[in-house]
């Protein structure tokens, strides 16, 4: 060979090999020189000119060229050299042929120089095998066939990853492209090796190689069975690697071994046994398991496999799972649920599984805590649906066990099996344990409380000794179970149902905790909904109490639970029940706890009104027995109230009992100490005066809002007139006489109490009305106290008794008192705006008297009208002397006002007529039909200033009748000469120069023609007197539909005996004298009786629905619409409620209807409650706007006088333009005067 290299560098030209093509030939003899015997840096520079020849000339034999270099990589050679001479190699076998000879030339050389250096020779072995296609020379190469070499090379594997990426590498291509030309001992050489390298690699792609490796050795079906553990083992440890790379490998590993016929069951197998002994690789054998579970019931043909395996191995697969249950890492726990999980849907747990303590060991072991929760729950369903009797107590024990994961369904499980199993009713022995068991497992719940209360009322018929049932309620009432839903109706079934003794002995042993208190309070209305429970509601009762007084200066939360029932406490005989607080919406909005008021309240705040509390339902309220609870009185918590007011132990407690005593205090009978009421008077009225406790510290409040409530609260008072001194009547009257002078706010509440008080207390209203009378005059200015004034002068005037020291000087600060109003609505009609009235809208008015309005033109139009009564009902009281007195001081206010305003004109005509008569105006309804209409009169008028004068003479006698007509009366007078015996007749001319011709007064003679008669006789349809109509109707006990309240033909005794005192019986037949409201006068329709009150100025039509007849068939609504037609286009009616519910004002409903005066007896007493409810819109100005209280005697005096002022005040609100009938007259006088002249 080196003869033919030699010959390459001669200088002839003939054919020599290697022979070099192109224009850059290499100088042979300084090229081989140089190799031989040149420097290092000298070969490097030769090498790199073969390299470079190689690459760009075309060599004829380039294994020549490697031979004269290859010496070069001799280990003794420096490490550059042999670089360069690894490089050269490398060229030399890419760009050589692939001849068997010239490979193993190659093959021997790396195997002489590079057997050392493993990163040289596995490249060059690399490019010399097609990266490890092409080795089947290489392998049957002796002495060194590949396969010992490699084997030697895998043994002595360094430490270094990218050595070992390099060699491993080209180990798995040779196996992966001639893994059948290997001998077998050294397959199982390179597997061995491998599973045992594999396991300690640190490196990923390392561990890729190796894994990459055995899948090529399982893919060929080579894999000997007993190095199934170690790979299943290895693959398992792997997977916990969470590498993807490395889990796309181990995937394909695994589904190759389970596809696998030959391998299938014993890779299951061999993974139940990596799981019980070798920890590390847990997770990745879960993986296998669960990759066999999917494939459990495929069609597939690899899903048949593993079906048949996973049904033979399964007891296998369980026990590797109870020895991993004991497992405290979460991720092997959520693994081991889930593949439970996973044989429970597939069907792989036998009743044989369920029936073994193994499988619920295992199931027990596992941390309920650290898992996956959704699907050990449903394991846990899985398991409940399989449940049977067998193993019923394995899965409750279980569910106990994890109680913090179990649904509802599962906790519905165990209790159903607790009361389906007995196991805490008494006959089950250990019942306490199992109760003790239950609670502390499951802690206080709504469902254990259900089970302690099924398992009590199952016992309560066998039990023999009390104290069983005894330590069940003694369970129950465990302050952890007081906040479960539905404990308190749990709580009171149990109370109802044990008995008397047991009850007394509980509850002396029952804790005063706010809480437990509100569930106390809600037993107590459930054991007053019968009356057998007299015993325990008496018991229970006086324990609250108690709580009251014990918790008002410490607990004030407690204290407020146990006020709200006490509160409601009302008398029924010798009982007491319990209702729902009302009227005290306006007493809630003083104290800025309104909220359908607008009361904007913080969270801090200990009530509020309305209010829905739980432990204080409506329903319950509404149902209480009235025979339930047997208590005379009340006197002990009148006591607490009164330390509540007296020393003001804090603001919440003080204001809610000011807010809601005061309806309470209206039945008398609760509170029959004298002495407690006159302390608690004395308290009530230094209060008014401002004398407050020193602690006294109103939140959020001014004291002339305190002021306000203790006005109202002060209404009750007249509920315990007979018990109180002069003294203290007095005391009373000047306390509100002083708060009237504090602020505007308190006004309209003092003017409502002294107004109640002219017929209540008349004595002390008679002894102050002086300084009463200056206030009004002098220091109420504001508009909004116009109406409540005018209303106690009205209460005033129909109180003779109390107005018998007047002097004139008072009278005369009366008139001006109207005056001014007058003056004011007169200066401020046109800034104020008219109120659009809606009548469809129906709603019901709730805000309180006090609540600031709006002054609009309807109102300012009833002050002027009330103001013009006013003038004239005082006027009338006065007798004829003192009249004389007052006429001038009137009609020269009247002309200061202007009298060419008709109102002024018409009162002055009324002032001047009424001066000197004693006879009070004229009642007549209308007048009798125009006269001149007999045979043998003759008739002639006159029309003067104000009047029409007509005159009848006889023309045969000398009788006459004078009709004198004005806006405010119709006057007829008959004249007949008395100095003759007998006289001529006189003609109407005669008496009219007699009556007028006196100089001063001109009348001017009425032309008589259609026109005018059709104008009188218009007047004469015009009433001298205001009509209004008023509804009365009886609603009695139990009654709550309209057909059962119109229905009623009769009422109460005290119903009777109001209407009889209310005015006159009159006859309804042939009326014509009086008002009748629109009831028919022809023929009985509407009854034949009704009642009718008339004064001077005004007359009263009652439609009284019992005076009216309901139709004699029932099945019809004839009579009911009838009564509802007259009432419902009543703007007031008067309702006589002994229903025992409180009052719906929509209960007739009408659009008419405005206002309804509401007559409540109170029980016990001869006091009434009347309440005024108002449509939506109507300011509170009347003075039961917030209810009163109202004797027997003064009821029918009272209401009379309020209905008649709300009529007056509807009848103006719904029509701006409405007018008195003295104006209308006397705007049909002028007019008819107008055109005679």
């Not at 099945?1115 to 006589?1136: A, L, P, Q």
């Not at 009821?1195 to 002022?1205: D, E, T």
Request: a neutral charge.
């Amino acid at each position: 060979m080196f003869k033919s290299i030699s010959k390459t560098f001669r200088s002839k030209p003939t054919l020599i090999q290697p022979s070099v093509v192109g224009t850059d030939l290499i100088n042979q003899k300084e090229v081989l020189s140089t190799l031989k015997d040149g420097s290092t840096s000298a070969k490097i520079t030769a090498i790199r000119q073969l390299a470079h020849s190689i690459k760009t000339k075309s060599i004829s034999s380039i294994p020549e060229l490697w031979f004269l270099a290859k010496q070069n990589l001799d280990k003794s050679n420096p490490q550059s050299l042999r670089h360069e001479t690894f490089n050269l190699l490398l060229i030399c076998i890419q760009s050589s042929d692939h001849s068997v000879p010239t490979k193993m030339s190659y093959y021997k050389d790396i195997l002489k120089y590079l057997q050392t250096d493993l990163s040289y020779c596995i490249q060059s072995l690399e490019l010399l095998t097609d990266h490890g296609r092409e080795i089947y020379d290489l392998l049957i190469y002796q002495p060194s066939p590949l396969g010992k070499v490699l084997k030697e090379k895998l043994n002595k594997l360094t430490s270094n990853h990218e050595l070992q990426i390099e060699f491993l590498n080209f180990l798995a291509e040779c196996l992966k492209f001639n893994f059948n030309l290997f001998d077998l001992s050294d397959l199982s050489t390179y597997l061995a090796k491998i599973l045992q390298t594999a396991k300690s690699t640190p490196n990923i792609d390392v561990l890729s190689l190796h894994l990459q490796i055995i899948d090529t050795y399982i893919s060929l079906g080579s894999v000997p069975s007993v190095s199934l553990y170690p790979i299943i083992q290895l693959i398992g440890a792997s997977k916990n690697l969470k590498n993807i790379q490395i889990d796309h490998i181990c995937n394909s590993m695994l589904l190759n071994l389970l596809s696998s016929p030959n391998y299938s069951l014993l890779t299951l197998v061999s993974c139940c046994e990596v799981i019980e002994k070798e920890p590390g690789s847990t997770l990745g054998c879960f993986h296998l398991i669960q990759t066999y579970l999917h494939y459990y019931n495929d069609a597939t043909k690899t899903g048949k496999l593993v079906t048949d395996v996973l049904n033979s191995t399964k007891h296998l697969v369980l026990n590797a799972l109870m020895v991993s249950s004991r497992s405290q890492d979460r991720e092997i726990a959520d693994s081991t649920i889930s593949l439970i999980l996973s044989m429970l849907e597939h069907g792989l747990i036998s009743d044989r599984h369920l029936m073994s303590s193994q499988f619920w060991d295992l199931l027990s072991q596992v941390d309920g805590t650290r898992i996956d929760t959704d699907a050990f729950s449903k394991v846990l369903d899985h398991l409940r649906t399989l449940s049977r009797p067998l193993w019923r107590d394995n899965l409750v024990s279980l569910l106990e066990k994890h109680k913090q994961v179990l649904s509802p369904d599962q906790l519905d499980f165990v209790m159903e099996t607790y009361n389906m199993e007995l196991r805490c009713m008494t006959v089950t022995e250990n019942w306490q344990q199992n109760c003790e068991s239950l609670v502390s497992t499951f802690g206080k719940s709504h469902k254990v409380l259900s089970v302690l209360e099924t398992a009590f009322y199952e016992s309560y018929s066998i039990v023999e000794d009390p104290q069983d049932l005894k330590y069940y309620v003694q369970l129950i009432i465990d302050p952890g179970f007081w906040e479960v839903e539905d404990y308190q109706e749990t709580l009171a079934k149990l109370l109802l149902a044990v008995d008397d003794a047991l009850f007394q002995n509980l509850v002396s042993e029952f804790p005063q905790s706010c809480l437990f208190v509100k569930h106390l309070v809600y037993s107590l209305l459930v054991l007053c909904q019968g009356s057998r429970n007299t015993v325990k509601t008496k018991v229970l009762f006086d324990f609250l109490f108690k709580t009251a007084v014990d918790t008002l200066k410490t607990d004030h939360d407690t204290f407020l639970v146990v006020a709200r029932l006490l509160i409601s406490a009302r008398p029924k005989g010798n009982y007491l029940c319990f209702k729902e607080v009302d009227n005290v919406e306006g007493l809630c909005d003083n104290l800025g706890r309104n909220t359908n008021t607008g009361a904007q309240l913080s969270d801090t705040v200990k009530w509020k009104y309305p209010e829905q509390l739980a432990y204080f339902p409506s329903q319950l309220l509404k149902t209480c027995n009235s025979k339930a609870l047997q208590v005379s009185d009340l006197s002990d918590w009148l006591d607490l109230v009164i330390d509540v007011f007296e020393n003001f132990v804090d603001w919440e407690v003080y204001s809610f009992v000011l807010g809601h005593f005061c309806p309470q205090m209206a039945c008398s009978t609760l509170f029959p100490s004298i002495q407690q009421v006159s302390r608690l008077l004395r308290v009530l009225c230094n209060q008014l005066q401002l004398k407050f406790p020193w602690s006294f510290n109103p939140v959020s409040l001014s004291k002339a809002d305190v002021q306000v409530a203790l006005i109202r609260t002060l209404s009750s008072i007249p509920a315990y007139k007979q018990n109180l001194s002069r003294a203290e009547e007095d005391l009373l009257i000047s306390s509100v006489i002083s708060a009237l002078q504090s602020w505007d706010k308190t006004g309209i509440p003092c003017l409502h109490f002294l107004n109640v008080s002219c017929y209540e207390f008349p004595g002390s209203i008679k002894r102050f009305l002086t300084p009463i009378l200056t206030i009004l005059q002098t220091r109420l200015s504001s508009p909004t106290t116009s109406g409540p004034i005018l209303d106690l002068l009205f209460s005033l005037s129909e109180l003779p008794s109390l107005l018998s020291n007047l002097t004139i000087e008072e009278y005369k600060r009366i008139f001006a008192i109207a005056f001014k109003y007058i003056e004011y609505s007169q200066d401020t009609f046109q800034q104020k705006k008219e109120y659009d009235v809606n009548f469809a809208d129906s709603a019901l008015d709730k805000l309180p008297s006090t609540q600031s309005f709006e002054v609009s033109q309807q109102l300012l139009l009833f002050l002027t009208t009330m103001s013009y009564r006013a003038i004239c009902g005082w006027f009338l009281k006065l007798s004829v002397d003192h009249r004389n007195q007052m006429v001038e001081f009137i009609t020269k206010h009247l002309t200061m006002l202007g009298l060419d305003n008709t109102k002024n004109q018409v009162y002055y005509e009324a002032i001047n007529r009424l001066s000197y008569s004693e006879s009070n105006l004229n009642p007549t309804f209308m007048v009798e039909p125009a006269l001149g209409t007999e045979k043998d009169y003759q008739t002639e008028s006159w029309i003067t200033q104000n009047a029409i004068l007509t005159i009848c003479s006889h023309e045969k006698t000398d009788k006459s009748v004078v009709v004198v007509r004005r806006p405010t009366s119709t006057d007829r007078f008959e004249v007949k000469l008395s100095n003759r015996k007998s006289s001529p007749a006189l003609g109407p001319r005669f008496l009219e120069s007699q009556l007028f011709n006196l100089g001063n007064t001109k009348a001017v003679p009425l032309q008589m023609d259609d026109q005018t008669r059709r104008s009188i006789a218009v007047m004469d349809r015009m009433p001298v007197v205001n009509l209004e109509k008023v509804g009365v109707v009886y609603i009695g006990p139990g009654q709550t539909t309209e057909r059962e309240i119109l229905g009623n033909q009769f009422g109460s005794r005290q119903y009777e005996t109001f209407v009889t005192k209310l005015g006159n019986l009159i006859r309804l037949r042939n009326c014509k004298e009086y008002y009748v409201g629109g009831l028919d006068t022809q023929n009985d329709l509407d009854g034949k009786y009704t009642v009718h009150y008339h004064s001077p100025v005004s007359h009263v039509c009652y439609h009284v629905t019992t005076m009216m007849p309901r139709c004699k068939d029932d099945d019809t609504d004839e009579g009911i619409s009838s009564k509802k037609r007259h009432i419902g286009n009543d703007f007031v009616n008067i309702y006589w409620n002994e229903s025992g519910e409180s009052f719906d004002f929509h209960k007739i409903a009408s659009q008419f209807n405005f206002v309804s005066l509401v007559i409540e007896p109170c029980e016990g007493t001869s006091l009434y409650r009347v309440k005024l409810y108002r449509k939506a819109g109507i300011p509170g100005i009347f003075s039961p706007s917030h209810f009163k209280l109202i004797s027997e005697e003064n009821l029918a005096s009272y209401i009379r006088n309020v209905s008649s002022l709300c009529g007056q005040f509807c009848d103006i609100w719904t029509n701006p333009d409405w007018e008195f009938s003295w104006e209308r007259r006397y705007k049909q006088l002028q007019m008819i005067k107008a055109r005679a002249n």
